[in-house]
């Protein structure tokens, strides 16, 4: 969702306490307008809904899926003046969302992409291993937590996470050696899963700490956050108005590349099919506003180290209508989360 550092500047709702990665350039994209609705679909401490009621006298529909993020925006919604609706949900069913605050359409949709650093700077959320906390890194409040994935989930399905959603070279290694720790005692806690992997992947200096690409995919895999990001696309083509902008900050590659593969794709024509006549190939949807992702600059990198994976891409609504395409086949090919945490056993390497 977001990175962020300290700020005393004022914003519409008071001071800011965080600033958004590349938050000048987000706004900037979105073409924020008087009397436009745009929907920040990662709240997160609120930064970007704060900019953009900053920006203009525009209203914001704010969503984030953590109970948390939605109870500290309870000062910028009381400060917003009937501008800002908070609502806690995923950004997937963001137009659900808008249609029950009362906007069949908007004018802009911004994804922030990842974990929040409140969520990483809490140590009893289980994101970072920086802090010992208990197992957990789901963004809401239900479902299977990291912890089950790592007790439950076999070998193969292991390694085949880290791999894919961690892109770590040491996936099989990784996966040997939790599946060896758990059966003498259950993983619980950051620090015992963290101590697990640097026994087996040995830190060099000045290279990320060995368990941070396995800790970045569970942390997908239990918040579902690539097929969370594929509906939340669609649902945003569904949703913005003919010149209404979309605007994603993504800070994995994965998700980068999901993001630029949709976008690619929907901003031509669908390919002839021998099974449709020409009349009936589906139009562009979108035209693409960043040929190249923007990136941070080096001041920006230099005053908040977390901004420096950043990649933010941007489009614009065409007056093509919905062509029906779907985004799930972006999705690298992995075991869904329910399947993860089944503990069934039956015929699976564990």
Do not use: W
């Amino acid at each position: 969702m977001m990175a962020s550092r300290d700020s005393a500047g004022a914003v519409a709702g008071g001071l800011a306490r965080h600033i958004p990665v590349l938050g000048g350039r987000t706004v900037e994209c979105l073409n924020v307008r008087a009397g436009g609705v745009y929907v920040d679909g990662t709240f997160g401490a609120g930064g970007h809904s704060r900019a953009i009621l900053a920006a203009a006298d525009c209203n914001v529909i704010a969503i984030d899926r953590d109970h948390d993020a939605i109870k500290r925006g309870a000062d910028l919604l009381q400060s917003a003046g009937g501008r800002l609706a908070l609502v806690e949900d995923r950004f997937s069913n963001l137009q659900a969302v808008a249609q029950s605050c009362g906007y069949d359409a908007v004018d802009g949709v911004v994804l922030d992409l990842g974990v929040s650093s409140m969520q990483l700077d809490e140590a009893a959320r289980g994101f970072s291993f920086r802090h010992d906390g208990p197992l957990d890194m789901r963004m809401g409040r239900a479902g299977a937590t990291a912890a089950d994935v790592v007790a439950l989930a076999s070998e193969r399905e292991i390694a085949a996470i880290v791999v894919t959603l961690g892109e770590e070279r040491h996936a099989r290694r990784i996966a040997r050696a939790i599946v060896a720790a758990r059966r003498a005692a259950p993983i619980r806690t950051t620090r015992a899963l963290a101590d697990i992997i640097a026994g087996v992947v040995h830190a060099r200096a000045g290279v990320i700490h060995p368990a941070t690409r396995t800790f970045q995919a569970l942390r997908i895999v239990v918040n579902e956050e690539l097929a969370e990001l594929a509906a939340g696309l669609a649902a945003a083509e569904q949703v913005l108005k003919p010149r209404g902008r979309l605007v994603v900050l993504a800070f994995h590659s994965l998700e980068d590349r999901m993001v630029k593969s949709f976008l690619v794709e929907r901003s031509r024509p669908a390919t002839p099919s021998r099974h449709h006549p020409v009349p009936a190939q589906a139009a562009a949807t979108f035209h693409v506003l960043t040929k190249r992702p923007i990136v941070p600059s080096e001041a920006e990198i230099s005053a908040n180290p977390r901004a420096r994976s950043a990649r933010l891409r941007a489009a614009e609504r065409t007056e093509a209508p919905i062509p029906g395409r779907a985004a799930a086949p972006l999705l690298p090919r992995l075991p869904a989360l329910a399947d993860l945490v089944a503990g069934e056993g039956t015929g699976r390497q564990r």
